[in-house]
């Protein structure tokens, strides 16, 4: 005999930026562990230390942007929304502010990623500016206010918390249009998490060597 229970509707996907932030919480955690991290956070955080975690992040910047736009480029009419702009340019301006050389960056060919996988990798350089402020008012407390060379950790400035909205909600608009695969923007987050994890162990390393 067939049930007479009434079949329940099944649950809504939960909205693309709520999966991206469940799924790269174990490496994002993994990331605020390293010991680069942990000094730029503690009350003994010296310029050298807030220094070297510029030039990391120029290089991880400077690195990965110019792919991750280009796939932006495939589909045009969604940049806008997205409201991005790339950060390699204000982590220079940074370093000048202490007299300091963008990194050398790597000059190999890099494939443009597809667009779900572009996007995934700009969810984690994009997030990184609402915890970029939390970062820069401890700096200020312990290195100066006003923090010099502050541009990359408070890139939105009070508009932060609504450029964040802005790019969930132009990320749901992707998935709602099919445009991107849910899976594969996660995977490119997961990715782009995994190459910053590493570079920020390699600036923990070269200074144990220094």
Do not use: N
Not at 19 to 45: D, N, Y
Not at 51 to 70: D, F, H, K
Not at 126 to 151: K, N
Not at 157 to 173: D, Q, T
């Amino acid at each position: 005999m067939p049930s007479l229970t009434p079949l329940q509707p099944p649950e809504p996907a939960p909205r693309l930026i709520v999966a991206l932030r469940l799924a790269t919480a174990p490496i994002h955690a993994a990331v605020e562990r390293l010991p680069a991290m942990v000094r730029l956070t503690g009350p003994g955080v010296s310029r050298v230390d807030y220094c070297r975690y510029l030039s990391t992040m120029a290089q991880v910047y400077g690195t990965l942007e110019p792919p991750l736009y280009a796939a932006l480029g495939a589909l045009r009419a969604a940049v806008p929304p997205l409201g991005l702009r790339p950060k390699f340019p204000i982590l220079c301006a940074d370093l000048a502010a202490y007299g300091l050389a963008p990194p050398r960056l790597a000059r190999a060919e890099q494939a443009t990623p597809d667009l779900s996988t572009a996007v995934g990798g700009l969810y984690v350089l994009e997030g990184s500016t609402i915890g970029g402020r939390v970062v820069a008012r401890h700096l200020r407390q312990c290195l100066g206010d006003p923090l010099l060379g502050g541009g990359f950790l408070d890139f939105h400035g009070e508009g932060a918390s609504a450029a964040w909205k802005g790019f969930g909600l132009a990320l749901e608009g992707l998935r709602a249009q099919r445009l991107v695969d849910p899976e594969q923007v996660i995977d490119g987050a997961l990715r782009v998490f995994r190459q910053v994890c590493t570079l920020l162990a390699t600036m923990d390393q070269a200074g144990a060597d220094a």
